[in-house]
């Protein structure tokens, strides 16, 4: 069975800082692996993913991802915070022939002044 | 396009009244989906449509709880009858199939507070 871990439920940085969020999935095939950030009072949006090629990812906002299979990771990183950058991040996973993700239990994010 | 819609936003009800949660998926997508969101369980998948045809109900926690997709434009979730625990925001996501390779899109949520 698939699943994903979230390491860390709140992650304090200050506001110029590394941004390093963990991620650490359980898949038996080759997972889709993706991040989603949820601002407040809103849905999730999708930040990155991850299906095939190239395992460094680039997403929106200054955000990037890399696969390790080795390692079971994806976690996700950002050179520098912004306070804009405050909210909850999920990491998820699915794979091929299955559009049901799993979801992590989600990091919230808070960015210091 | 508008992105996916949900309605309505905010609902308060009393325990034992029937509610329900409406979704407007992105045209064109196959896929729908209906979360929900808690403190305490975080983000649970209840049920989700393939070309308007439930294809996974496990995640629907009893028989409380109905979902239906008449049309590729609309579904809805209804609790009947609701209770205080059912207290949670209900998200609805589609997703356009093996195109966007499983990526889905979230709309606003709708926060339910059973009372």
């Known amino acids: 069975a698939q699943s994903v871990t979230q390491l860390g439920s709140h992650v304090s940085v200050s506001e110029g800082a590394l941004v390093l969020l963990r991620c650490n999935y359980s898949?038996?095939?080759?997972?889709?692996l993706f991040w989603y950030v949820q601002y407040p009072n809103q849905g999730l949006q999708l930040l990155l993913k991850?299906?095939?090629?190239?395992?460094l990812v680039k997403g929106i906002n200054g955000f990037e991802a890399e696969f390790k299979k080795s390692e079971t990771s994806f976690h996700l990183m950002k050179p520098s915070a912004h306070m804009s950058d405050a909210a909850e991040y999920f990491c998820?996973?699915?794979?091929?022939?299955?559009?049901?993700?799993?979801f992590g239990t989600g990091t919230r994010l808070k960015v210091l002044a | 396009d508008a992105g996916v819609i949900q309605s309505p936003r905010h609902e308060v009800t009393e325990m034992g009244q029937e509610v329900t949660l409406r979704c407007k998926p992105i045209?064109?997508?196959?896929?729908l989906f209906w979360y929900r969101q808690t403190m305490m369980r975080g983000l649970e998948l209840l049920i989700y449509?393939?070309?308007?045809?439930?294809?996974?109900d496990s995640g629907m926690p009893e028989d409380r709880f109905s979902a239906k997709m008449p049309n590729a434009s609309f579904s809805t979730l209804k609790i009947q009858p609701s209770e205080p625990r059912d207290s949670a925001v209900y998200f609805c996501?589609?997703?356009?199939?093996?195109?966007?390779?499983?990526?889905?899109?979230f709309g606003p949520g709708t926060r339910l507070t059973v009372l």
């Open positions: 996501a589609s997703s356009p199939g093996l195109a966007g390779v499983g990526e889905q899109f």
């Open positions: 898949s038996s095939v080759p997972p889709y």
């Open positions: 991850y299906t095939t090629g190239a395992t």
């Open positions: 998820a996973v699915s794979n091929t022939g299955t559009y049901k993700y799993i």
């Open positions: 045209s064109g997508h196959d896929y």
């Open positions: 449509f393939n070309n308007n045809v439930p294809i996974d």
